[in-house]
């Protein structure tokens, strides 16, 4: 007995030198029961009541480990250290029977940690960090630094591959950093989605050449819009001499594209500018990239072909009012030698450096053949006015 009072004195010395707590205070050491430090009336075996900021300190000389120890002597013994409030709030750890550690708060095992890592949220964590919980946001981090706030995953080795994993229903997700610095988007038993080290992004294709590659099938890229008026997609050359375009490219390494050109005409490219859009007059210009009469809205360089082209045109019915004035064939004719075409009808040279209106052009011809009609009605009325003058003449001779 005497022997257990002296150690149990000489532990409380001890706390006291080293908690630095006041020998003159209340105090109770009996030779048996629980022994009070601050109090007379100690609950506990060993019971400490005190005003200091620090209650307790334990100074170790082991080179390793210094600190107190909790050992349950039953097998189903749960050691812990406990925390409690005036508020009568209260938590403690403990070590479980099964050799995992706890923090028990407000009625439940909020962590635990066991030989796979740390759970929260769960008793029977399965990774490292594992993480449980039935609330939208899981996890926030709050940073008062000006610059970048976040997580950081470190792989040490040099193939290893940092990884954030998402599963849900038997599915799983994940996102990670190659060891060539490609940040990859796995969802499906693919890689979706990748970021190069040089920010070019990729769908459908781990080794994005361009800004924005995509490999896919027979639909790429759909947009849906819900403006009343556009939809569409937009590409904006922010320099003065840019021009935007989109391309086609086939398998075999043909490339078509249309272009905005830097004066604002659009144009597409086949081997060349083969259709131009005009910005100034919206003149459309087949084979050719710069028109030099702009009064044309279609001018084409080279022939054109077509099973039926209709012209809007006047006519040429004039000719047959009582006012036209029809040229004398002499008229005519004279006209003919001095100019070497037709009246109303432009030279060879004019046509060849001008071109001719197709509407003007039918109209003249047309005004041409219905001259020709009056001219040949006149010409048959002279022929049978010398026919019935003829008869005359031979019946005159036969009497």
Known sequence: MKANFYLKLTCILCCLLLADLDLSAQNIFPDSGNAGIGTVTPTFPLHIRTSAVRGLQIDGTDPNWAGMYANALSATGKPYYAYYNAAGRFAWHYMKPTGEWALHLNGTDRLTVNSNGLGVGTTNPGYRLHVASGSTKVFQIDASRAG????????????????????????????????????????????????????????????????????????????????????????????????????????????????????????????GDRLVVTNAQGNVLINKSTQTNTIYKLDVNGSVRANELVVNTSGADFVFEDKYKLRSLDEVESFIKANKHLPEVPSAKVMSEEGMKVA???????????????????????NESLKERLNAVETELKK
């Open 360 to 382: 003007e052009l039918n109209t003249t011809l047309l005004q041409k053949v219905e001259e020709l009609t009056l001219y040949l009605i006149e010409m048959k009325k002279e």
């Open 148 to 271: 970048l706030t976040g997580m950081v995953i470190n792989a040490t080795n040099a193939v290893g591959i940092p990884s954030y994993g998402y599963a849900t229903n038997g599915k799983e997700a994940r996102t990670f950093l190659t060891p060539e610095g490609n940040w990859n988007v796995y969802n499906g038993g693919a890689e979706r989605l990748t970021v190069s080290g040089i920010g070019n992004v990729g769908i459908g294709t781990t080794t994005p050449l361009y800004p924005l590659h995509i490999n896919a099938g027979y639909r790429a890229v759909q947009v849906d819009g819900n403006d009343p008026n556009w939809t569409g997609m937009y590409i904006n050359n922010t320099t003065a001499t840019g021009q935007p375009f989109y391309g086609y490219q086939n398998g075999n390494g043909n490339w078509v594209w249309h272009y905005i050109k830097t004066n604002g005409d659009w144009a597409l490219s086949v081997g």
